[in-house]
């Protein structure tokens, strides 16, 4: 089938991305220099790299208030990223429910082992750590699956770790109205356990049955 190639803002590689702050968007406009593939016409929620991403290089804090190295904890493992914060009205807790229902439905797969369904891992990032802190996030998780990973730390710290997903992320700010917006990108990636490369990218129109569609061959580390 004809493909269609995108070039993308990022700072080292990236897929169309977006800023939002859960409610109210803008194009983000950074310096492009990766390429993505899809099929025209396409229907599917996801998005192949034709460059897969690294693994962000973060050592940050879990909701026990111990120290988490993401490359160390997932390494062979597929595993599920995303940046948002607690306190989002609308998309960030939209995007980890579908993924954590998609999750569940893993249970009726009859072609993957336990094991195999044990090892997905979903790491949620803060992008509020401020007020994000570890109990806050175990809390707020807890509602949402209980073994997500959530993670917070210093902002600089997971601002630059975004940066390399070409996820852009701005500090929290006080609208007029009182309310602290976090503007993020709302991209979940998907990372192989074949090469712990992140090589598949959802936006935030991602359903539940679009995670419970691509759950399976993500687990193996296939093309969905």
Not at 2 to 25: D, H, I, M, N, P
């Amino acid at each position: 089938m004809r493909k269609k190639t995108y070039a993308v803002a990022a700072l080292f590689a990236a897929a169309a991305l977006t800023l939002s702050a859960c409610g109210s968007g803008d194009a983000d406009s950074g310096n492009a220099v990766a390429e993505v593939s899809a099929e025209a016409g396409s229907d599917k929620a996801a998005t192949v790299l034709d460059k897969p991403f690294e693994k962000p290089d973060l050592v940050l804090t879990d909701t026990q208030g111990k120290k988490y190295d993401l490359r160390a904890a997932t390494k062979g493992k597929p595993t599920l990223i995303y940046f948002g914060y607690t306190n989002c009205p609308d998309i960030c807790p939209l995007t980890m429910n579908n993924v954590a229902v998609a999750k569940k439905q893993l249970a009726q797969d009859k072609q993957l082992s336990q094991a195999e369904k044990d090892s997905l891992q979903i790491v949620f990032v803060t992008t509020d750590p401020e007020r994000d802190t570890p109990a806050a996030l175990g809390k707020w998780l807890k509602g949402i699956d209980p073994d997500v990973v959530g993670l917070t730390g210093s902002f600089a710290t997971i601002q630059g770790g975004a940066r390399t997903l070409g996820i852009t992320i701005e500090a929290p700010k006080k609208e007029k109205n009182g309310k602290v917006t976090s503007m993020h990108g709302t991209q979940v990636i998907a990372f192989s356990p074949k090469t712990d490369g992140g090589y598949v990218l959802y936006g935030e129109d991602a359903t539940v049955d679009d995670y419970t569609k691509d759950l399976p061959k993500l687990i193996k580390g296939e093309k969905p």
